[in-house]
């Protein structure tokens, strides 16, 4: 069993930038797939960014050239840098995990940004 815990989130001004992070309790080496979704009120949780094993990234087409997902596997930690933040940015983010095909989420954190 892994637990994830993401942090970072905040309110910022638009055009400013937030890193969130995503700890795991166990090693992530190894893992299949992580990845970060955000869900704004009223909406159904959307996919931001993902990265696989085999190191494919997928980026939202809304986030295309501001966000980045990394890994650091020695802090079992997955990272979301966010620069040039916008309204529609708000929303909850949450981490994912699969490791050894289990399906491992976050609790969420909140990222507000005001215009």
């Known amino acids: 069993q892994v637990q994830l815990v993401e942090s970072g989130g905040g309110l910022v001004r638009a055009g400013e930038s937030l890193r969130l992070s995503c700890a795991a309790s166990?090693?992530?080496?190894?893992?299949?797939?992580v990845g970060w979704y955000r869900q704004a009120p009223g909406k159904q949780r959307e996919s931001v960014a993902r990265?696989?094993?085999?190191?494919?990234?997928y980026y939202a087409d809304s986030v295309k050239g501001r966000f980045t997902i990394s890994t650091d596997n020695a802090k079992n930690t997955v990272y979301l840098q966010m620069n040039s933040l916008k309204v529609e940015d708000t929303a909850v983010y949450y981490c994912?995990?699969?490791?050894?095909?289990?399906?491992?989420w976050g609790q969420g954190t909140q990222v507000t940004v005001s215009s």
């Open positions: 994912r995990i699969i490791i050894a095909a289990r399906d491992y």
């Open positions: 166990g090693s992530i080496v190894g893992a299949n797939a």
């Open positions: 990265a696989t094993s085999s190191g494919d990234t």
